[in-house]
């Protein structure tokens, strides 16, 4: 369900959870440090911008940053704007979506039904969690390493 | 000393007897809560309070119960009472007259008063609140008379602003007749929204001959209900916390989808409907900002729907010229007689335009600059900084729970409101289902917080 686009597009925005204040990061710099293609990364910050998530600044000491502070943007946000509304399955959503090719019907399929139940669930989770709490997540990780040295 | 949990509810309107039902609805009882209110009527409020039987409720009446729980409980209420229309089609789209709401209202509270046999949990003083301090253990709401009434907690249920009635202004929930409007005046009602509907059936409900002109910036009218089937939207559809141009495009593209497979649009609105308090709550400033500047009024008529019938008057008095509708802002207004002279620019036009009129109503909607309230107790609120108008000046600044925010910024553990005034934090909090919600989320809080602290106090 999390494509390629929505986990890019979830790393470049930890990684421009952690710049300080007023700085920007380039789009070749995001893409060299978090492996991501950078042509692809261009449109997904596009995406990301038209959103509301990121800004940026055009020319030479320009780059994008957060619009909005790290705790203000959950994960699920980002994913229903990068992914769609989180749907494990094409029809489990309840706008804009297609049904199967074997439905019988939507209204009564049990599968469906179910992985409606799936996505709240998924959506509880990922809405609960913020960028700065992701970025926490990774700090911890890194933290756990050093003391084991 | 206090040892009962003991609330104060300013506000005797509905969103105050709505909050008033909730909390005795809890079997407590020590609790005790006491509702001030400077009307006569307990319940109706500005709202409800309308005479008249043309004057309709905008929800249909299977959904105005008083709790989240048993929405259709004023729908069962009408049927037990039998006040449905001799046509006997028990059908919950029915959209009740607003009177008949005020009535069960009053109908919730009455068991609690204190009766010849019986002690009531609830008390009703009739007054004007000008202040309320905070004191160590409770707090203190003053009145204009010069008693107090003390409590623990204390939650400002003062619901919409007065509209203006001097000069030539007359309030749009005063019957023509009883405000002296002559049968031939010329009315200018500012606002073409469901209050200004409102007034021009009131109008031509008692025969009125004048000329009547309605006037807003945009010139827009509400939509109808109609009936339609409902679309469950769920909060993973929803694109929370995204850029408004974004959010509206988001929701266009979902009306046009469901449009292509037959589909209403206003399934559409309606079942975005349970999402709107987060959505609003999850835009950054500049997105609400921008919403309430460009995207309001699209939403406004969308959203808040007129009853068929009611839909169907208007647009015959339109189409026969009984009331003209004018896409315009006003310039300026000057005293002319008794009248007044209006300036006005159409939409898109040059040139400023003249119109003499006799009377101005004032339906330019619910939202008002709260700083520009004449409530008392507000402004002595604002004055001392115990509480403070939102950064987009549209309500009390108040937290996602009710809580009044002080001029730096912190959220009072005393003092709470409810009702439209809390629209800063809400925005959808005018309507019965959204306020019942509110209600029962405060009342819980109120309720163990008031619990805790008597518990902390006892030796």
């Known amino acids: 369900m999390l494509t390629k686009k929505g986990k890019y597009g979830l790393k470049a925005l930890v990684h421009l959870a952690g710049l300080g204040g007023e700085e920007l990061a380039q789009v070749s710099d995001i893409a060299e ?21 990121v800004q940026s600044r055009k020319g030479k000491h320009g780059g994008y940053r957060l619009a909005r502070p790290a705790h203000e943007i959950s994960v699920g946000q980002v994913i229903r704007v990068l992914d769609g509304p989180l749907a494990p399955i094409p029809c489990a959503s309840r706008t804009r ?20 139940d799936v996505r709240n669930a998924i959506a509880a989770v990922l809405d609960g969690r913020t960028l700065a709490d992701m970025r926490a997540l990774g700090n911890v990780r890194e933290l756990e390493l050093i003391y084991h040295i | 000393m206090l040892s009962a949990p003991r609330v104060i509810i300013i506000g005797g309107g509905a ?13 407590l009882p020590d609790l005790r809560v006491t509702l001030i209110e400077p009307r006569d009527e307990l319940g109706p409020g500005i709202a409800f309070s309308s005479p008249s039987s043309n004057h309709l409720l905008n929800v249909a009446a299977a959904n105005m119960g008083a709790f989240a729980d048993e929405p259709r409980h004023f729908w069962h209420w009408l049927v037990r009472n ?42 009703i003083v009739k007054g004007t609140c000008v202040d309320v301090a905070e004191r160590p253990s409770g707090v203190e709401v003053r009145l204009e008379d010069g008693t107090s009434v003390l409590g623990h907690v204390a939650v400002l249920a003062t619901g919409h602003e007065e509209p ?19 049968p031939d005046a010329t009315v200018l009602i500012l606002g073409t929204g469901l209050t200004m509907v409102d007034y021009v059936l009131s109008l031509l409900d008692v025969q009125h001959r004048g000329p009547i002109v309605a006037m807003s910036r945009r010139g827009l009218l509400p939509q109808a209900h109609r009936r339609v089937k409902p679309l469950i939207i769920d909060a993973a559809d929803v694109p929370f916390g995204t850029d408004v141009s974004y959010f509206m495009h988001w929701l266009r593209e979902t009306i046009a989808w469901a449009q292509e497979r037959g589909d209403d649009w206003r399934s559409v609105i309606d079942g975005v409907r349970p999402h709107t308090q987060r959505i609003w709550q999850s835009f950054s400033e500049s997105s609400k900002r921008r919403f309430l500047t460009h995207a309001r ?19 015959a008095a339109l189409a026969t010229d009984r009331v003209q509708l004018i896409a315009a802002k006003v310039v300026a207004t000057e005293p002319r007689g008794d009248g007044a ?46 509480a403070r108008v939102d950064p987009l000046c549209i309500g009390l600044d108040v937290t996602t729970d009710g809580a009044l925010i002080d001029r730096d910024g912190h959220p009072s553990s005393r003092l709470f409101a409810v009702g439209p005034v809390t629209r800063a934090a809400f925005w959808e909090i005018v309507a019965v289902p959204d306020i019942r919600t ?15 602290s008597l518990a902390a106090t006892r030796p």
């Not at chain 2, 709260?370 to 402004?379: D, F, G």
């Not at chain 2, 509110?438 to 805790?452: E, P, S, W």
Request: aromatic share 6%.
């Open chain 2, 438 to 452: 509110q209600c029962a989320r405060l009342a819980r809080r109120i309720l163990n917080d008031t619990a805790a």
């Open chain 2, 164 to 182: 203006r009635q001097d000069g030539c202004h007359v309030s749009p929930w005063v019957s023509p007749s009883v405000a002296g409007v002559d």
């Open chain 1, 97 to 116: 979506y297609e049904p199967c090719e074997d439905c019988v019907s939507e209204e009564h399929c049990s599968v469906r039904l179910m992985m409606l």
């Open chain 2, 297 to 315: 009024a699209w939403w406004d008529v969308h959203r808040h729907r007129m009853p068929p019938e009611v839909d169907a008057r208007i647009k």
């Open chain 2, 82 to 123: 039998g006040m449905l229309p001799a046509s006997g089609d028990a059908e919950p789209f029915f959209f009740a007259p607003r009177a008949l709401y005020g009535t069960y209202l009053r109908s919730l509270i009455e068991p609690h008063l204190t009766g010849d046999d019986r002690p009531g949990r609830l008390s």
């Open chain 1, 33 to 53: 440090a978090e492996r991501i293609p950078k042509k692809f990364l261009d449109a997904i910050l596009a995406e990301l911008r038209n959103a509301g998530f």
């Open chain 2, 341 to 386: 002279r209006v300036r006005y620019r159409r939409r898109g036009a040059r040139q400023e335009e003249v119109l003499d009129v006799d009377h101005i109503v004032s339906c330019t909607g619910i939202v008002t600059n709260p700083s520009e309230t004449k409530n008392p107790l507000l402004r002595a609120l604002f004055a001392s900084g115990r």
């Open chain 2, 15 to 27: 969103s105050g007897t709505l909050l008033a039902c909730h909390l005795l609805r809890e079997p």
